[in-house]
């Protein structure tokens, strides 16, 4: 199977006091969704955006827009991130006790489903419930802890982009596997190389010039694929 490199900007580092036209410079700039990340204070040290963000961004933007729930308890809220529009809903692995169940509630309510893995976990939740591979649109191996754009890549990520395409062809999924956190021209090539093709950027796209930054990342992963 063939997965094409999509690039979703995250807007965590977009400039807030300016979202709606960074958001649409993403998307006129081939961003593929735009990446939003909801942060509760207490999965993760810090507060982002609420429910009502979907809305006030999705009215503007005409690609999806993905929900990235950085919270505890995440199944609470799959209701209400569906009604306000997300087109897909990542839950982190290590918050859903039963990985199946949440998987199920997105499906259910209508809106694509991603699972993120964080530096420090394993693939073994997934390799013990096989069929949520099948349901799931999109892998996201992370590349930082969450809860802040710009932080260093971790070492474990592209051996874990390696072990997710293999568990993928075991199980002849067709999730895309993305990497989320530091994300730029210098990691791109080898996340691209190992597998990945769903590049999730903030700090290195949301620049003073969003055209030419994200321009240079997909150049640099696609640079990386034709050599
Ligand atoms: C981290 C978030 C990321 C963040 C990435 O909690 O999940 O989406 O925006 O930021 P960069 O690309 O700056 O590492
Ligand atoms: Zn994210």
């Known amino acids: 199977m063939n997965f094409p490199i999509k690039i979703s900007p995250s ?15 993403a998307e006129k700039n081939g961003g593929c969704a735009i990446h939003i990340d909801i942060m509760d204070g207490h999965y993760v040290h810090n507060f982002s955006f609420g429910v009502n963000i979907v809305p006030a961004l999705k009215k503007h933007v005409g690609i999806p827009i993905v ?19 997300s087109d897909m809903i990542v839950v982190q692995e ?10 199920n509630s997105i499906k259910k309510a209508g809106v694509r489903a991603g699972i ?10 997934l390799a013990a419930n096989p069929e949520v591979l099948l349901k799931i649109d999109l892998l996201i191996v992370m590349a930082v ?8 890549f971790s070492p474990v990520t592209v051996p874990k982009i390696r072990k997710a395409c293999i568990m993928r062809e075991e199980t002849r999924a067709s999730f895309d596997i993305g990497v989320d ?13 190992a597998g990945a093709n ?4 903030g700090s290195s796209v949301f620049t003073a010039d969003i055209a030419a930054s994200m321009k240079k990342l997909r150049s640099s992963a696609a640079a990386a694929l034709a050599i």
């Open 11 to 25: 807007i965590l580092s977009a400039d807030f006091g300016n979202l709606r036209y960074n958001a649409l410079e």
């Open 67 to 85: 929900t990235h729930l950085e919270i505890d308890n995440p199944d609470v809220f799959i209701g209400d991130f569906a009604h306000a529009g």
């Open 94 to 103: 290590d918050t859903c006790p039963h990985l199946p169940y949440t998987i």
């Open 116 to 125: 993120g893995i964080n530096p420090d976990r394993g693939f073994e939740k």
């Open 145 to 152: 802890y969450p809860g802040y754009g710009g932080q260093p």
């Open 181 to 193: 956190g530091a994300v730029n021209n210098d990691t791109a090539p080898d996340i691209v190389k």
């Open 198 to 201: 769903y590049l999730i950027a």
